[in-house]
C-alpha cells in the first residue's frame, strides 16, 4: 500500500521551509548568508558581523558591530557549576560528548530560558530573548571547547581576554598563547566559511526541536547531537587521519590513496551532497591551509593534501569539499584532532541560533509524513497459537 507521497531516500532535493538566511546554488557553486555571496565575507567581514547578518539579515552598521563586539566578550564567562562539570567529565569522554552535555547545563543558569519559546509571550520580547541567548551561546561554546581541552590535559583555564576578537580570544584560551595576525584571520575566515550552511542535518534537528516550542538549548543541544555523526561532522578528523597515516608511514600521498580506492576505502573530504561544482568554502580554506603552512614552516600537510586533491579530482573527477582542508588548517593553527568538530560548532551555533530565532518568529510545528511501505492494508491478528 503507498500513498501519493514519494520520499527520496535522505529527503534529497526535498524543501522542507522557507529561509532567509542562507541560499545555496549547488550547480554553481554559490553559498550567501543574506543574498551576499561567501567569497565576499571571507575576504572582507569578520566572524563578529557574520554573527550579525546570520541573526538580523542585515550588515551592522559601524556602532552595532562595536556593541555585538562589547556584548560577545561581556559573555564570555562560565558558572562555576559548567567548569565542575568539565573538570568531572570520566577520562575517556570525547570534547563533542563533554560539549554536548556541557551545553544542555547552560540553561539552568540563564535567566532568560524560559522566554525564548513561550507560545503565549510576547513576540517581541521572545525575540530579544532568542537574540540575547544566541549571543550567550556563540559566547560559551567557543568558552566551553578550549576550557575542556586545557582541563582534560591537566592545564589551568585561561582566563579571556576582552580585547580579543572571537578568534583570537579562542585561541589564547586554547593554547595559552596569543595568535599571530595570520592565525587570527585564518580562524576567522574559517568560522565566516562553517557559520551556516542551509538545512543540513544539524540546523534541520535544531528547528525540528525549536518547532515544538521547546527552549534554544534544546535546540543547539540536539544541533550537537546531529553533528556528532561521523556522516554530518567529523569528515575533516578523517582526512587528517589519512594525512598522519601517511606522514608516519613515509608514503607517497598519490600511492597511498590509490591503495586506498584499490580496497574501495572512500577517500572524506570530497564530493557533496548539494554541490556539483567546487565547495565555495574550499576555496578560501585551501588558501588558507597553504599561507598557514608557510608562515609556520609546515608546508608538508599542505604539500601532502594538494597532491592528494589533484589526483581525486584527475582520476575520480571529485571536487575538494569543506572538510578537506579544513584539517590542514586547523591542525597548522595548532588544534587537536578530536577538536576538530568542536570547533566547527564554534562557529555554526550562530548559523544553528539564527535558523532558530527564525523559526520560532513564525512558528508551525514541524510534522512531515513517511510513505508507508509495509504489509498492505488490511492485515489480520492472528492467535499465538495459531501463528
Known amino acids: 500500500m503507498s500513498t ?27 553559498l550567501a548568508y543574506g543574498g551576499i555571496d561567501i567569497h565576499e565575507l571571507a575576504e572582507n567581514s569578520t566572524f563578529e558581523e557574520t554573527c550579525f547578518l546570520l541573526w538580523n ?22 558558572n562555576s557549576a559548567i567548569i565542575d562539570l568539565l573538570h568531572n567529565a570520566p577520562d575517556n569522554a570525547l570534547p563533542m560528548h563533554v560539549l554536548r552535555t556541557a551545553v544542555s547545563a547552560l540553561s539552568f543558569y540563564d535567566p532568560r530560558e524560559t522566554e525564548t519559546s513561550n507560545e503565549n509571550g510576547n513576540k517581541g520580547s521572545q525575540h530579544e530573548a532568542n537574540q540575547e541567548t544566541a549571543i550567550r551561546l ?56 562553517h557559520a551556516d550552511h542551509e538545512l543540513n542535518a544539524s540546523t534541520f534537528a535544531a528547528r525540528v ?17 546531529a553533528l556528532k555523526g561521523p556522516l554530518h561532522g567529523g569528515a575533516n578528523e578523517a582526512v587528517f587521519h589519512i594525512l598522519e597515516e601517511i606522514d608516519r608511514v613515509g608514503a607517497d600521498p598519490v600511492e597511498h590513496v590509490k591503495a586506498m580506492l584499490a580496497q574501495k576505502k572512500k577517500v572524506p573530504g570530497f564530493g557533496h551532497r548539494v554541490y556539483h561544482t567546487e565547495d565555495p568554502r574550499a576555496t578560501h580554506l585551501r588558501q588558507m591551509s597553504r599561507d598557514l603552512g608557510k608562515s609556520s614552516g609546515q608546508t608538508k600537510w599542505f604539500d601532502m593534501s594538494h597532491r592528494i586533491e589533484e589526483f581525486v579530482k584527475a582520476d575520480k573527477k571529485l571536487n575538494a569539499n569543506v572538510d578537506f582542508y579544513s584539517a590542514s588548517t586547523y591542525h597548522t593553527l595548532g588544534i587537536d584532532v578530536d577538536l576538530f ?14 535558523h532558530v530565532i527564525e523559526q520560532l518568529d513564525d512558528n508551525r510545528l514541524i510534522r512531515p509524513r513517511a510513505e508507508y511501505i509495509g504489509p498492505a492494508y488490511p492485515q489480520h491478528w492472528i492467535p499465538i497459537e495459531s501463528r
Open 4 to 30: 501519493t507521497m514519494h520520499a527520496p531516500r535522505g529527503l534529497e532535493g526535498v524543501v522542507a521551509t522557507n529561509s532567509s538566511i542562507c541560499y545555496i546554488d549547488g550547480e554553481r557553486g554559490i
Open 138 to 193: 556563540t559566547s560559551q561554546i567557543a568558552m566551553i571547547v578550549a576550557a575542556y581541552d586545557r582541563i582534560r590535559k591537566g592545564r589551568h583555564v585561561i582566563e579571556p581576554d576582552p580585547s580579543l576578537s572571537h578568534a583570537a580570544n579562542f585561541l589564547w584560551m586554547l593554547t595559552g598563547t596569543r595568535p599571530s595576525a595570520t592565525a587570527e584571520r585564518a580562524l576567522d575566515i574559517a568560522l565566516i566559511l
Open 341 to 354: 568538530t568542536p570547533v566547527f560548532a564554534v562557529s555554526r551555533v550562530s548559523g544553528w541560533t539564527a
Open 57 to 78: 539579515g542585515r550588515l551592522p552598521s559601524r556602532s552595532e558591530l562595536e556593541q555585538l563586539g562589547k556584548r560577545l566578550s561581556a559573555e564570555r564567562k562560565l
Open 209 to 225: 526541536t525549536a518547532a515544538t516550542l521547546s527552549d534554544m538549548y534544546s535546540a543547539i543541544t540536539s544541533a550537537i547531537g
